[in-house]
């Protein structure tokens, strides 16, 4: 990869097929079960759902009534039950109770259960504990990938995160590897591939030679369309997923929280009385030219857009009838559309500002720049206390701590006490559970927490030790962890020194998306493997966020003409990836002349992550 | 002495012997797994394998007990192998499947006196039948009845049935008359297809069908003494001499003739040989063989042949009928210098699919390796079965099941020479296991797993693991391992594998295999599974989870799990119970946070019942911070001030509290004594704040001067 200058970006490949296989793969299971049937879909399934296929399809297949599968449904004449589920416990034992009330009540009825994105064993074993593996038959809808823009591709499991991480539970590692397997099929073979994760450990070996037979086989002078891969997991760089978003889109997902690629504007922003659901993508044009934007230069850009737009409006004045009727039929429609969707951004940007404003959101930006760059920690601690003190918010409270201490390599024994003292006063004693956790997963822990470890934390960290030479991997490993941040940071400079101020509205480098504070770690790692095709040179990065580091080549793919695949990069987030990211690459992508695709288990932000670790009361 | 059981390979190696010292035999037999049945006069039939090593034994019924058997025949049909007995008293009982033994007495043919002159063992419709024949007489024995038939087109001047021989496929019959009259026809005797007169009338020794698939030449091979006679639908016979005592042994597309000192295969040329070998023959294929000749002698001739069948456009054909050809020939260098003609040919076209001629090169080593008389493995190309990649194993019956000599080996591998290493017993599993691995290398199509299945048959399971090392996907080892009752390499394995259903499967595989204890150990060695059965239980049951932790004195856990037991809990007194035994837990834990964070909450939990008896108003379930704060908003000072005290309420949080909840209250006389009870530990720019916020400027004024001057923007 020459960084020859800026050159055009490539264009990315087509996603929409993702798109028409999951359509057509669900429609073939719906005709599996023929007749009329009713519809139980998991509630995480509604909206990803509603993207690929929506209600006219399915009834066009014969779906009657359609329901969440969470409630009791109430009392249906239908003689199909068909279950669109996610393979999960708790919904086995739902669907079970369903089935046994029907025994009860000596109802015949035919059971299909339709597994999205594959069915696990654990489901089946409960559907037989539970007596009714007999009575219901199983499906599997390989729907791994959701394409929620040009370049965002998401699998839509949130719960990668908490299962992995904080459980050690490695099941959702084969969907990411059969979405992985489908991307190479459709878009690869996968030229090189790089990564810093933990689940490498299982990922690399049996994935990858997967992958590459595959490639052997059917990659037989195809030609790729995604040449470079890089897989990166989330507790490889918290710090970056910890901070406040100011970049347009993050600002508005922490706000509003973008779901499945559409938010709903509340009364506060659409000047209403109702809400309006809005689907955030690159069709939306106003929303693509500020979405990467600081939220700074934002507003003057769409002050600036509609003075065009009225301007444009404007012109009709000195019109005659002739220009008048083609200006109504081929230019007011796309004035007017782009006028409700301007009217409705500049409605999103007050009530952010209102609402940041409020919470002294300034004066937050401030502490958490200080954290990063490691300046008056002891003021950022009483500022953190006060905010726990006065019950701002219980999220954001947490979000400050672990952001404290994952910047500090944990907190002094005295602040760790105190603080989690305070906040369990604030906020609820509950919240020992949640604070476990997040030790667990190295978020919020104690300095040289060496000495304190636990006869059972020291025994699994031996055991970690002893396995470190094979290949396995321990998500309790994490225990043992120090997050080094101070020093990566300092190696890799990530703080930009800057004389005078930082220009926003040009940006130099991609730490824009926290304005010019600090560049994320993850695409700062992601920017220098690239630029070294390799990991040549970074070594003590490496050694400081604990290894794990690999890199994959087709040994043939090494002299290949740098085709425009070549300038594609597929950036697979898994425990997910945040907005500012996102915009993060994408400038360094325009910077370079790369493409990046991103591939995660979910978009993340703070609040998504920190609300994974607490603990739900049973 | 006592009588020898030898076992030897086609080629005549001694493969084992045994002195045998069992009764009386009637009859020796292959099984479809190549298992030898030697069935006894009483009944009996003893089971040994290809090493002559004992396997098993079955009896086939009471009755033979005393009248014995006289005569007994091994068939095969496609329910495996299958075994008859003519007993003393002249019934017939079989059994159609050995491995699943169910004893079947045909009905009595009525007014039978001596002994069936012959019979056989049919199977038609997956009914298997007999059909015998007592003087001029031929009965059909089913399931119920026993009816007399008579063969189409039989002439009546025919005479008594001397013999009779069923094909290979059960699809035909012959019979042999005592005037040497042979009758060949369709076994359900509903079509003759053919008869032939012998010149020779005396009973033959044996009779067998000779015919290849899907060829319309049928023939029969008689033989007695030291004649053998080839009949078919022809006037006339082949005839040869037979120098020594034969035995035919009818196969798939042929029949072997095995002798004390030679070993012959009869069959009748296939088509693409006859074509290409032909004295004279203009087919393609002949022409494209003398092409690729004359080209190696660097003669112009070699165009000319090519012109000619090009010309005819037959060149793809001729190529086709080259590499086909290969296949049936026995000597390799004629197969090399066929499959040198097909790939010169294969020069002159643009788009030959390539596939054929390299499978043909593939299996030909296969079977070249495998006729070597070390090995002893003498399959026809058609008796090779198609190659399987999955190695689940080939059609053996089909092909080679019933043949009466210990050559067939070990029909899954292509490299043959396996299984009797994996019976050597002398050397140590890991020289077997690495010859092999050296042997086969990493060859696509090689299932080590299933090598090792074998080892594992013949009761090697050390060396079965050793070869299960070489199956590089995990998930191939884990069933067999399990198999092998080696769980706990079996859950490593399906760690490594990635698959977490395997991990699931093996975890409950040993759930019901171990006793709890053992079970909880093992998982505890292994963090993935135990974390994947601790996910399970989390949400399936709950209990095991305490169970898990117990086990490991993980105090921690313990206490975690109490503390979300007492969620659940409705009663205050069971969630002080459970939290009660949660503090112990934390103790053992040494985590005196938890502990403490513990005992507060027990005791807010108590003083919030209280509150809420006293008061009347909820409080459970409050946050401290909010139960202080909803007493001030009540105007309890006095009971917040003694919470305050209670649990140590950090003095600057208080004051917050304590004037965000006045403010709110409206109640500025008591926040204005407040300010004045002690020196504000967060200053008084709070007050200004928080009075302006409840839009009250007069109040917010009445502490402006308080505030230090740097503060006061």
């Known amino acids: 990869m020459a960084f020859a200058g800026r050159r055009d970006v490539p264009e990315p490949p087509d996603f929409g097929i993702l798109k028409r296989l999951a359509r057509d793969q669900l429609i073939y299971l719906l005709e599996q079960l023929p007749g009329k049937k009713d519809l139980f879909i998991e509630p995480d399934l509604m909206s990803p759902l509603d993207r690929i296929a929506n209600v006219s399809i399915l009834k066009q297949h014969e779906v009657d009534k359609l329901y969440k599968a969470e409630t009791r449904p109430p009392l249906s004449a239908s003689d199909q039950f068909c279950f669109l589920v996610r393979p999960r416990v708790r919904t086995m034992r739902y669907i079970a109770d369903i089935v046994n009330a029907d025994k009860m009540s000596g109802r015949t009825r035919k059971y299909k259960i339709i597994f999205s994105p594959q069915k696990f064993y654990a489901c089946e074993m409960v559907l037989e504990e539970e007596g009714v593996f007999g009575d219901v038959t199983c499906d599997e809808w390989s729907f791994y990938l959701l394409p929620l823009d040009e370049d965002i591709i998401s699998m839509e499991l949130p719960e990668f995160f908490r299962d992995y991480f904080l459980e050690g539970d490695h099941r959702w590692i084969t969907s990411v590897a059969r979405a992985l397997q489908l991307l190479n099929s459709l878009y690869g073979p996968f030229g090189r591939a790089y990564g810093m994760a933990v689940c490498q450990g299982m990922m690399s070996h049996e994935l990858w030679r997967e992958l590459e037979e595959d490639g052997e086989n059917d990659g037989q002078g195809r030609k790729p369309e995604i040449s470079n891969v890089f897989l990166m997991d989330r507790d490889t760089d918290y710090v970056t997923a910890l901070c406040s978003q100011v970049v347009y889109e993050g600002l508005v997902d922490d706000t509003f929280r973008i779901k499945c690629g559409s938010v709903d504007f509340g009364p506060d922003v659409t000047s209403s009385d109702k809400s309006i659901k809005v689907l955030l993508n690159a069709q939306d044009k106003v929303f693509n030219q500020i979405r990467n934007e600081h939220f700074s230069s934002v507003f003057g850009f769409l002050s600036q857009k509609s003075r065009n737009l009225q301007a444009q409006y404007d012109r009709r004045r000195g019109m005659d009838i002739k220009q008048m009727k083609n200006f109504v039929s081929q230019e007011l429609k796309g004035l007017k559309q782009e006028h409700r969707l301007l009217s409705l951004h500049i409605g999103a940007c007050e009530s952010i500002m209102k609402k940041k404003t409020k919470q002294d959101f300034q004066e937050m930006i401030k502490a958490e720049h200080s954290l990063l760059e490691g300046f008056d920690i002891r003021e950022s601690t009483s500022f953190i206390e006060e905010h726990i003190d006065r019950q701002v918010s219980p999220i954001e409270s947490l979000r400050l701590m672990c952001l404290l201490s994952i910047t500090e390599n944990g907190l002094v024994p005295k602040d760790y006490r105190s603080l989690k003292t305070q906040y369990l006063q604030s906020y609820g004693p509950e919240h020992l559970l949640t604070f476990h956790n997040l030790k667990r997963v190295g978020l919020l822990t104690e300095q040289s927490a060496g000495e304190t470890l636990t006869a059972v934390e020291s025994r699994v960290s031996k055991l970690v030790t002893d396995r470190a030479a094979g290949k396995i991997t321990d998500a309790f490993s994490s225990l043992a962890r120090k997050s080094n941040f101070r020093a990566i940071s300092k190696k890799l400079g990530l703080i930009p020194r800057v004389d005078g101020e930082y220009n926003l509205k040009v940006p130099p480098d991609m730490a824009y998306v926290f304005s010019g504070a600090y560049i994320p770690l993850s695409c700062k790692i992601i920017e220098q493997v690239l630029e070294r095709r390799g990991w040549l040179g970074l070594e003590e990065v490496v050694r400081l966020l604990n290894g794990n580091e690999f890199s994959v080549s087709d040994s043939t793919g090494e002299e290949t003409p740098p085709g425009e695949s070549q300038r594609i990069v597929l950036a697979i987030f898994l425990g997910g990836c945040t907005f500012s990211e996102i915009a993060a690459l994408r400038f360094l992508g325009k910077e370079r002349g790369l493409k990046f695709i991103f591939l995660t288990t979910a978009i993340t932000n703070s609040a998504r992550m920190l609300e994974a670790m607490i603990e739900a009361k049973a | ?713």
Request: charged share 25%.
């Open chain 2, 1 to 713: 002495t006592r009588p020898l059981l030898e076992i030897y390979s086609a080629s005549g190696l001694l493969l084992a012997s045994l002195p045998w010292k069992s009764g009386q035999l009637v009859q020796l037999g292959w099984t479809a797994s190549e298992d030898l049945l030697c069935i006894q006069e009483d009944g009996t039939v003893l089971v040994y394998n290809l090493f002559c090593e004992f396997k098993r034994h079955f009896s086939m019924g009471n009755e033979v007990l005393q009248n014995h058997v006289l005569e007994a025949k091994v068939f095969h049909t496609e329910y495996g192998t299958g075994v008859a007995i003519l007993t003393g008293a002249h019934r017939v009982s079989l059994a159609t499947n050995i491995e699943d033994l169910k004893l079947r007495r045909m009905p009595e043919v009525p007014g039978l006196q001596k002994p069936p002159s012959c019979w056989a063992v049919l199977s038609q419709d997956r009914v298997t039948i007999v059909l015998l024949a007592v003087g001029q007489d031929l009965y059909l024995l089913d399931n119920t009845s026993c009816s007399l038939v008579t063969p189409p087109g039989m002439s009546p001047s025919a005479g008594a049935y001397l013999q009779m021989a069923v094909s290979f496929n059960h699809r035909c019959l012959a019979l042999f008359t005592d005037t040497g009259y042979i009758w060949m026809g369709l076994a359900t005797l509903k079509e003759k297809l053919c008869e032939f007169t012998s010149s020779i009338r005396s009973p033959p020794r044996q009779m067998v069908w000779c015919m290849r698939p899907r060829s319309r030449q049928r023939a029969v091979v008689v033989a007695w003494d030291r004649q053998l006679m080839v009949a078919g639908n022809s006037s006339e016979c082949i005839q040869f001499v037979l120098d020594e005592d034969s035995l035919l042994v009818p196969e798939l597309d042929g029949v072997r003739i095995l002798s004390r000192s030679s070993h012959e295969f009869l069959q009748e040329i296939p088509e693409p040989s006859q074509e290409i070998f032909r004295i004279a023959s203009m087919a393609p294929g002949a022409l494209l063989l003398e092409a690729q000749k004359e080209y190696e002698k660097e003669s112009q001739k070699a165009d000319e042949y090519l012109r000619e069948i090009k010309e005819q456009k037959l060149l793809p054909e001729a190529v086709r009928q080259c590499i086909e050809a290969a296949g049936y020939e026995h000597e390799p260098d004629t197969q090399k210098s066929l499959l040198r003609a097909a790939s010169f040919g294969k020069c002159f076209l643009d788009k030959f699919p390539p596939e054929s001629f390299v499978r043909m090169c593939q299996d030909l080593r296969v079977l070249n390796a495998i006729r070597d008389y070390q090995i002893g493995v003498p399959l026809t190309f058609t008796q090779y079965p198609p190659w399987d990649p999955g190695g689940v194993g080939w059609p053996q019956q089909q092909t080679w099941g019933g043949s009466a000599w210990g050559w067939g080996l070990c029909w899954d591998l292509p490299a043959p020479s396996l299984p009797p290493q994996v019976q050597q017993k002398d050397k140590s599993d890991e020289e077997v296991a690495q010859a092999i691995n050296q042997k086969l290398g990493d060859t696509p199509g090689i299932s080590y797993s299933e090598i090792a299945a074998r080892a594992y048959d013949c009761g090697r399971t050390e060396l079965a693991i050793k070869l299960l090392e070489y199956e590089p996907r995990s998930g191939e080892q884990v069933p067999l391992l399990l198999k092998m009752k080696r769980s706990k390499l079996a859950l490593s394995k399906a760690i490594e594998s990635g698959d977490t259903d395997l991990v699931y499967t093996v975890v409950l595989h040993l759930k019901n295999e171990l006793t709890r204890g053992t079970f909880f150990m093992t998982l505890q060695n292994q963090p993935v599974a135990l974390s994947l059965y601790r996910q399970f239980c989390k949400h399936q049951e709950r209990e095991t989870l305490k169970d898990l932790y117990n086990q490991d004195d993980n105090h921690q856990e313990l206490g975690n799990f109490h503390v979300h037991s007492s969620y659940s809990e409705k009663r205050i007194e069971g969630r002080v119970g459970a939290l009660q035994n949660a503090l112990d837990e934390f103790y053992k834990a040494k985590n005196e946070f938890a502990a403490k964070a513990t005992e507060d909450q027990i005791k807010l939990l108590r003083l919030q019942r209280h509150l809420q008896e006293d008061l009347n108003r909820p409080y459970l379930d409050l946050s401290l911070h909010d139960t202080v704060s909803n007493l001030i908003l009540e105007g309890h000072h006095k009971r917040a001030e003694q919470l305050y005290r209670d649990f140590k309420i950090p003095d600057k949080r208080y004051w917050w509290l304590k004037i965000s909840a006045l403010a709110t209250r409206g109640d500025w006389e008591e926040m204005e004594k407040f300010s004045r009870s002690k020196k504000s530990p967060i200053g008084y720019w709070p007050f200004v704040e928080i009075s302006v916020k409840h839009h009250n400027r007069y109040e917010a004024k009445k502490y402006a001067p308080r505030v230090p001057p740097e503060q006061r923007v």
